[in-house]
């Protein structure tokens, strides 16, 4: 059985405005992105985890590395982000200034619409879906494999309707994934990729400010 938990980098000083970043714009974190892991891996970093596997982006391999400790973190380039094309790095109110046209088809369909010189969200699912195949494939035969993933928004979202049996174009509509957010999935044994359970969802208890509702989303969700 494959128990997988998933999370996204912490904060950028490239986070606020809130802008694509995806494979083209390779930064680190910023000081609170590094606090949000350092909370991160107070929180996770003394469980089992017999994997720890990360996008290959600077920000999610910090993240990861923050968790591990001395443990090895894996290196898997079907977590990198959604290559945003000729979108990398233009906040929302940008692309919209720019081609509001263009933004509009893909806002309607993410999934087919390819990001003007990137990724669709559909071809970014058959990454996930791959990662996914490999990770049940090591899991077969034993009782319980707990993975831990460490990539970003767009990507995490795409994962969780391929895990979940949602069709991708919704994954905009229908998932929030919080900078160093706690998700976690479980796969029957010899399960699919699209046979998860969904245990927990983008949880941020260990970086929200007292008072705050737990259903609130946090600062650069």
Do not use: K
């Amino acid at each position: 059985m494959l128990t997988l938990v998933l999370t996204r980098h912490g904060l950028t000083d490239r986070s606020d405005p809130e802008q694509h970043l995806g494979q083209g714009l390779d930064i680190g974190l910023s000081e609170a992105g590094r606090a949000q892991a350092a909370e991160l891996a107070a929180r996770i970093g003394g469980q089992r985890f017999d994997r720890i596997v990360s996008s290959p982006l600077v920000r999610a391999l910090e993240t990861a590395r923050s968790i591990a400790g001395d443990r090895p973190v894996a290196i898997d380039r079907r977590l990198a982000e959604m290559d945003y094309g000729t979108w990398e790095g233009l906040t929302y109110a940008e692309i919209e200034d720019r081609d509001p046209s263009y933004r509009a088809r893909w806002v309607a369909d993410p999934a087919t619409v390819a990001c003007p010189g990137g990724e669709s969200g559909d071809e970014v699912a058959d990454r996930a879906r791959a990662f996914l195949d490999d990770e049940l494939g090591a899991a077969s035969g034993i009782a319980e494999r707990v993975v831990l993933a460490v990539a970003h928004s767009s990507l995490d979202r795409i994962l969780l309707c391929v895990a979940l049996g949602i069709p991708i174009r919704e994954y905009r509509d229908r998932f929030t994934q919080s900078q160093v957010n706690v998700t976690a999935l479980t796969f029957p044994p010899d399960g699919r990729p699209d046979e998860a359970r969904l245990l927990v969802m983008n949880d941020t208890a260990h970086v929200a400010p007292a008072g705050r509702p737990p259903w609130e989303p946090s600062p650069g969700a």
